[in-house]
């Protein structure tokens, strides 16, 4: 039996994990650790309890104003102290947070392989965004195994030197997880929801939060503030924990009576949410995969990124942060839904709902206890839609 340290920090990570760890413990040839960073407190054991996922091990490191070099001190210094008594035989990193930096160098710093999960994905720009570009290419360095959710990401690692034989295309879990909570049946009753899903009027979805957006923020608000003045829509912003988010949105929409401002949602709810929207306009990258994946019109709040699938296909639109440019993309996709629903958009662009089973399989065939996986392929460059391209203004 191989001993596996996962280790995460935050909401995203949670969910993108929390099939992949339930599958680990149920597989006998894994004897799996949980070890919390902390990194998000609240966001991420909301998100832990979805999966019915409780961490073994919580390192606690976050603290009110810390910086990436505390974040990354603390985290490499708690787990200093739990390598050497765990003696895992791998530890599972995902993605590009402080946190999936910070817990490869342990891992490298202990002779620990390190698996990456989330791998290759790259915006080009190192310091865009930031700082998760820079991490994940870090890890890429370290990693043993490079598990790339999508063909593109897998020629991202193969152009920056990683060797082919340590690379698996898995998908993206974050589908299986999708795919699974908008089966679950809702528990408790949320009247929000319940309302939306009686009301006739379009139903916008926003939200933003990324460290390079705040300043942008208000400039957000504002555009939703106009687009929110048509009496055919209505805006529901899911905000983020960050004081700066919510005060940026709170001082220009709080008087709106077709915007709801409301906390985060647990998963479930946020996935019914999800589905219920019209149209999605995020900059969280969740959003960038979740939205195509539920077939919605997805507009990023943007000017580059790291998950170009559903953009080259024209599925997704990166629409920037500029007022100007937000109002005339969600106008014109308001104003052609129709066209848009009836349109064959493709939706499989980050995974097929099998990237746990292929993650699995290729942690145990590193370790000699299973065969090779087939690969996951999304035939993305084969089945454009170009919705947003063929109907640009
Ligand atoms: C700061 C940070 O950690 N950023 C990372 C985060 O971005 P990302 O911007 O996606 O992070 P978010 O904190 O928005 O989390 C997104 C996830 O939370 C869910 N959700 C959202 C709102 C809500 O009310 N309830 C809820 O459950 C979404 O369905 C989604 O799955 O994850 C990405 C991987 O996916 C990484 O590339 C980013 O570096």
């Known amino acids: 039996m191989k001993k596996i340290a996962v280790v995460l920090g935050t909401r995203p990570e949670a969910i993108k994990y929390g099939p992949v760890i339930n599958a680990l413990k149920k597989d006998p040839r894994f004897e799996v650790f ?19 996922i409780k961490p073994d091990y919580n390192l606690k490191v976050m603290q009110p104003g810390q910086t990436l070099a505390q974040i990354t001190s603390r985290i490499t210094d708690g787990l200093a102290k739990l390598l050497p008594q765990l003696k895992p035989d791998a530890l599972t990193v995902h993605g590009d947070t402080g946190t999936t930096l910070a817990a490869a160098l342990s891992g490298f710093h202990h002779h620990i392989p390190v698996i ?32 790339a959710p ?18 698996v295309i898995t998908g993206n879990t974050v589908v299986d997880a999708l795919l699974w909570a908008i089966e679950q049946i809702p528990q408790g009753d949320n009247t929000l929801l319940e309302a939306l899903h009686q009301d006739t009027r379009k139903i916008i979805l926003a939200s933003a939060h990324r460290r390079e957006a705040w300043e942008k923020i208000p400039d957000i608000a504002n555009a939703i503030k106009v687009i929110a003045e048509r009496p055919d829509v209505r805006v529901v ?3 983020h924990k960050n004081p700066i ?14 915007v709801d401002l409301i906390e985060p949602l647990n998963y479930l709810d946020f996935c019914r949410l999800m589905n219920r929207a019209d149209i999605i306009l995020s900059d ?8 195509p994946t539920l077939g919605k019109p997805t507009l990023i709040l943007r000017s580059l990124t ?31 839904l129709s066209a848009f629903k009836g349109a064959n958009v493709q939706t499989d662009h980050y995974g097929d709902g099998l990237a746990t089973q292929r993650v699995i399989g290729a942690i145990a065939n590193f370790f000699g206890l299973g065969p090779a996986v087939q690969p996951f392929y999304c035939g993305c460059e084969m089945r454009p839609n170009n919705y947003f391209v063929t109907n640009a203004a």
Do not use: W
Not at 126 to 147: C, D, M, T, W
Not at 151 to 167: D, K, S, Y
Not at 307 to 336: F, K, M, W, Y
């Open 306 to 336: 790291e998950r170009p699938e559903a953009t080259h296909s024209g599925s997704a639109i990166l629409v920037g942060n500029s007022g100007e440019q937000i109002i005339h993309h969600v106008c014109r996709i308001l104003d052609n």
């Open 150 to 167: 999508t063909p593109g990401n897998a020629a991202n690692l193969i152009r920056e030197g990683i060797p082919e034989n340590r690379i």
């Open 284 to 291: 969280s990258s969740g959003a960038e995969e979740e939205g």
């Open 245 to 258: 988010v919510r005060q940026a949105f709170q001082n220009t929409l709080a008087d709106m009576n077709n």
């Open 116 to 147: 990456h999960i989330e791998a290759g994905l790259r915006s080009g720009n190192v310091y865009s965004p930031f700082p998760e570009e820079g991490n994940r290419k870090l890890v890429a360095q370290i990693a043993s195994l490079h598990l």
């Open 34 to 52: 949980i070890i919390s960073t902390g990194q998000h407190k609240e966001m991420l054991d909301d998100a832990l309890a979805v999966f019915d």
């Open 237 to 239: 912003i899911p905000m």
